[in-house]
């Protein structure tokens, strides 16, 4: 009864209605967290479809570099339009067999 006038809460009438009080609290609070479950399981999805794309974007970021490297060492070595083309082409082939066998190579 003190605590009651103490901190202001209002005393329940009988043993039953706080027993049913309290377990209309609980069931909210169970209601609660099963939400917060449900978000936190659709969140950590996301996380690992975000992490899958990062890496995928990581892996095109290091491929292209890697053809950016290859095209401005043959506009260096090529002066001439036709040869830049020729050895962009020849170049852009090679990647592409490396990037075949990279492939064959990570999959086993």
Excluded: H, W
């Amino acid at each position: 009864m003190y605590l009651c006038r103490k901190f202001g809460i209002a005393m329940a009438g009988s043993v039953q209605d706080t027993y049913s009080s309290i377990r209309a609290k609980v069931a909210v609070v169970i209601e609660r967290q099963n939400m917060l479950v449900a978000k936190m399981e659709a969140v950590k999805e996301e996380n690992a479809q975000l992490r899958a794309t990062i890496e995928s974007l990581r892996q095109e970021i290091s491929r292209l570099n890697v053809d950016n490297e290859y095209l401005t060492v043959a506009s260096v070595l090529s002066p001439d339009r036709t040869q830049v083309e020729q050895t962009r082409s020849l170049l852009a082939g090679l990647v592409r067999d490396i990037d075949r066998c990279i492939a064959e190579l990570s999959c086993c």
